[in-house]
């Protein structure tokens, strides 16, 4: 069990690096470079020259991305060519943010998702059912940026009750956890809801309501339980689609996180600090899949006899 | 299974840990900076009795080191001072004393003295002197700098030979005793005293800067200037907060300070300010809304609007077919009804531009000649080039640029209208801006605003043998080429000024190298509290609050 983890975690190593080589690639293939982007209107042709000897971006990209991995692998991820600050900083600076944004979405989500998926359920095909879908549908069709705009119209703009950006109190932390949340919430409502209708088709739900349980036993004792497999796999995902969301959320709500140094990093070819926020994040999505295998076989006993 | 459930929940509480402690460790973590207000002020219920003036930034600032960014001026105007500064007097653009109290200019043009106000001090509490000058210069030309303004000093004699490491000081920058700078340049150069008041050419302080190394201009203890704000925290995507420097030289701001808040959105950012959150709302990046503030009685009252130093235009590739046929640039520069594009698009907040200089720059001629609509005229100009049917015309523009695309759209359904084709094509900013820089691009709109008052800032700017290929407007005229060049080194004000409206006639007419469209009003929306907010001369965003006075 410990070395199955432990093999997890060194496999993802030569991950990071192959994702990390990726975008570097990436940023090298298309047009435009940091120094032109950061002049924007003032383009001077000797000024870009020095910049460009001065930052060591005339070396060839393969001892860029070289030179980068050894100091990545040191833990220094460079300085960022835009904002002039360590990659690192900005990095551990930003991700509270981020996490304490995308972990309240997550818990809004479960809150919001879990029990519609089992109401729809056991209510399936009833006018419940179908309002709840109809509910869980339009979450998961609803763009970010969108639900996003008209919460801060209906909330802040016309009723006053909450800001309309920022980041330090409660209040400004409801709406865009909402936002981010309400999408997650649709998914795992579906899946809930579909899983637990497969899971009640199984004889042991019969088993239980022969021996006389009521219908919430059945439902909360044993169909519940083992229709929870998939939801679980599904919050590990879940972490992916919070960091991407969260891109737009942060924007739009003028928050701090990953997210917004991603979309400035890749604007302004800012490079160190693109490779630092992909790195960081891919390490984030694999703990988070690592987790889910670690809770898999706490909850199914059989995966981890295998 | 017991043991099971706990081991559950044990791993579940786990992976929650960072929720929990998310609360506590985000203060923690927060930047190096320490905050002066540790509570921000709710706010639905906004604090109205400080005087800060709250205002947004859609950007970072990449740094408030003035020589290394080439846009990022609106701390640089605050935090430091200049030798000479540009203001608006009675409405009219002027250069008044700044660090220098006076200054006299050789009859040759060449030599400049410089005498430097006495008992300013600098934040950190060093007395300023001429060997501070002589660093901002010598900084600004040594190439480990890495400075993007060195376009300003490398005028000056021996600022080249620094810049190209032949040498560790720039020759013309003498210190004649510690009020008095004597800069010499290698051939006259006429908007010199109007060039060094740009806040690139903010002073800076040689201990404190030397000091900070690479850190200057990002650590906010260690960036010192002697302008009326100082710096005091700024958390990156969040905000730059400014104190007032009560020492001030020129007397005490009247406000405590001013803080700019990072918010990307510029709908965000309106809903902000309606909310009270902020007490300026720049419409720079929502134009579409100028007409709800202007109708809106509660804020009518409110808006503050001065004529921008800039201009908007099409550049056409003049070494591109089929740009490169003039009849071609004669057609489509008819082609466009300009006015009807600033009555509709911006509420007629502007003036149409017949040639290449907003109306407040030195030098504009109000007389050139109309730049006429005339798609008729238009069509048969197309045919006598060998276009008879018009032909596909790509227009260039960034992709996030909501109104760019706008006036493209517009400007695509009248070149309908003569036969012309037009695709509108976006790319990201990078690409946009390395290939206008490969000179690639075959048509684009953009804009310009002035950095200094004076014609040479517009025309060397894009038609120069120096920078027509990296602008990509292409443009090849040699007499004009040397013109420019030429005018540089007028020492005649009058001569010269009347030397640029001969060449913008070449330009504009005989060789329709560009189109320009229109100069537009600079509008800003500010809250009930805020008083004596004066727009900067030449119409920038970035500006400096010296003057504004809050009354709660």
Partial sequence: ?306 | MIRRKLAILLTAAIIMLPVLTSCSSSQTSAPAETKTETEEPQAAEPATTDKILKIASSDNPATLDPQKTSEYYREPLNIYDRLVEAVTVDGKPELVPGLAESWEVSQDGLVYTFHLAKDVKFHNGEVFTADDVLFTIDRMMNPNTAAMNTDFFDMIKGATEVFEGKAEHVEGVKAVDDNTVEITLEEPFAPFIANIATPGCSILNREATEAAGDQFGIDTSATVGTGPFKVDSWSVNEEVVLVANKDYFKGAPQIDGYTVKIIPDAETQRMMFESGELDVFDTSEARTQVPYFKSNPDYKDNIISAPEAGLYFYAFNNSMEPYSNLKVRQALQMAVDRQTILDTMYDGEGMVLNTFLPESVLGHNSDAKEIEYNPEKAKELLAEAGYPNGFEMEIIQVSDSATTLEMNEVVQSMMSQIGVNVKITQVDEATYYAMRKAGEIPVYRSSWWADYNDPDNFYYTFFSEKNAVVRSTCYNNPDVFAGLNEARTMVDPDARLKYYQEMDNIIINEDAAILPMFQMNKIFVVSDRVKEFHIAWNGWSDMSFYDVVIEN
């Avoid at chain 1, 120094?35 to 000024?47: A, N």
């Avoid at chain 1, 996003?148 to 409660?170: A, C, D, H, N, R």
């Avoid at chain 1, 919050?235 to 991603?262: D, K, N, W, Y």
Wanted: charged share 15%; aromatic share 8%; hydrophobic share 50%.
């Fill in chain 1, 1 to 306: 069990m410990a070395k199955y983890f432990f093999k997890r975690i060194l496999i993802a190593v030569p991950v990071l690096i192959g994702v990390a080589f990726i975008t570097f690639m990436m940023l090298n293939v298309v047009p435009g470079d940091p120094i032109t982007v950061m002049m924007r209107e003032h383009v001077k042709p000797d000024v870009i020259e020095n910049l460009r000897k001065t930052m060591h971006l005339d070396d060839p990209a393969i001892i860029r991305f070289l030179r980068f991995l050894g100091d990545a692998l040191r833990g220094n991820f460079g300085i960022s060519y835009k904002l002039s600050r360590p990659v690192t900083d900005l990095i551990v600076q930003a991700f509270p943010v981020t996490i304490k944004l995308a972990s309240t979405a997550a818990i809004i989500s479960w809150i919001i998702g879990i029990p519609i998926g089992i109401i729809s359920a056991i209510r399936q095909s009833t006018i419940i059912d179908q309002m709840f879908m109809g509910f869980a549908l339009f979450g998961v069709s609803m763009p970010v940026f969108l639900i996003g705009l008209l919460g801060q119209y209906t909330f802040s703009y016309k009723l006053g009750w909450l800001p309309v950006s920022g980041f330090e109190s409660w209040k400004q932390l409801v709406m865009p956890a909402l936002v981010l949340g309400w999408n997650s919430a649709g998914t795992i409502a579906r899946l809930t809801r579909s899983n637990l209708l497969e899971a009640m088709k199984n004889d042991y739900i019969r088993t239980a309501r022969a021996k006389g349980l009521k219908e919430t036993g059945v439902v909360v004792g044993h169909a519940l339980k083992n229709s929870l497999l998939p939801v679980i796999t599904i919050m590990a995902i879940q972490i992916a689609s919070l960091l991407s969301g969260s891109v737009i959320t942060e924007s739009i709500f003028g928050i701090p996180g990953i997210g917004r140094l991603s979309v400035d990093a890749i604007q302004g070819r800012d490079m160190p600090l693109l490779q630092g926020s992909v790195v960081f994040a891919t390490a984030l999505i694999i703990f988070g899949n690592i987790c889910a295998d670690m809770l898999y076989s706490l909850v199914d006993p059989r995966i981890r006899v295998e």
